[in-house]
């Protein structure tokens, strides 16, 4: 698919409707893609140096762009807009899974949590390309190739970070085991996939090309991949982390303050 025909589809896509197991679908999608996009936006000048700053923002751009659109996608099954869904549901009604949800802690941390998260992504999208559903398709196929880019930063950071000093290398494997126990929960398949066979990616098949891309990563770091238990999770269902309040507090509080203004 080139440029125009892409550029075509997606405008034909905003005036799909999604059904409403398909809505859920992509609010599980673009939950994820929002919450990351807010924590990646709080290293704006803290970042340990300038380029940082335009990177992760920049990522964090193309991420509130993915989140836009799948939410938009979602809102047309019962008339809520993207903002609706972004700044007026509550903890509970958010789907996003624990990955994302995680605090940023040093610059480590979130080079861990986005190492996992890119690579998931990649493999995600690269599959949901071939999706029945032609939104799905078409917002798939423009955010792989922005999270190419997201995959490639966080692989080159986590083996600058593995082969730099004793310390970085010492944040960066801490960072990791804190990540991991995180990790499983992207992988399993719940019910509403059974219900959007051919539409829906399955989560458990993107696990192979994952761990070998992970697995690729580490061995050229010198790193083991970490024993951790998976955490509980449930994000999916509503249940959330704890750091998940106060982000969504920070996130909507300007909208809920001042809601319909327009700037």
């Known amino acids: 698919m080139d440029e125009l025909d892409l550029a075509a589809e997606l405008t034909g896509a905003e005036n799909a409707i ?18 990351l996009a807010q924590q990646l936006g709080a290293w704006i000048a803290h970042t340990p140096e300038l380029e940082e700053d335009v990177a992760l923002g920049n990522i964090g751009l193309d991420l509130l762009g993915h989140a836009r659109s799948l939410l938009h996608y979602a809102g047309t099954a019962d008339g809520r807009s993207e903002d609706d869904l972004a700044y007026f549901r509550d903890e509970p009604e958010f789907r ?19 190492l996992a ?63 991991w126990p995180y990790i499983d929960e992207l992988f399993r398949d ?26 690729s990563v580490f061995d050229e770091a010198e790193l083991d991949i970490p024993e951790a238990k998976a955490s509980a999770g449930g ?27 327009s700037w």
Do not use: C
């Not at 059904?19 to 939950?31: F, K, P």
């Not at 959007?196 to 697995?215: C, N, Q, Y």
């Not at 994000?235 to 203004?261: D, I, N, T, Y």
């Open 18 to 35: 999604a059904s409403t197991a398909v809505a859920e679908y992509a609010m599980w999608l673009g939950d994820d893609a929002l919450i």
């Open 96 to 114: 996003s899974a624990w990955l994302f949800e995680q605090p940023n802690g040093d610059f480590a941390q979130t080079i861990a949590r986005q």
């Open 117 to 179: 998260a890119s690579v998931y992504l990649f493999e995600l999208y690269s599959q949901l390309r071939s999706s029945a559903d032609p939104t799905l398709a078409a917002i798939a196929e423009k955010s792989l190739k922005e999270v190419d880019y997201h995959r490639d930063h966080a692989v080159q950071w986590t083996l600058r970070l593995a082969g730099g000093t004793d310390e970085s290398r010492r944040r960066m494997v801490r960072a990791l085991h804190d990540v």
């Open 190 to 215: 719940e019910p509403l996939i059974d219900d959007l066979e051919g539409i829906a990616a399955r989560p458990s098949l993107l696990r192979a090309g994952f761990d070998e891309t992970i697995r």
């Open 235 to 261: 994000g999916r269902h509503g249940r959330h982390f704890s750091e998940m309040g106060h982000l969504l507090a920070e996130m909507q509080v300007l909208a809920r303050q001042h809601p319909g203004a």
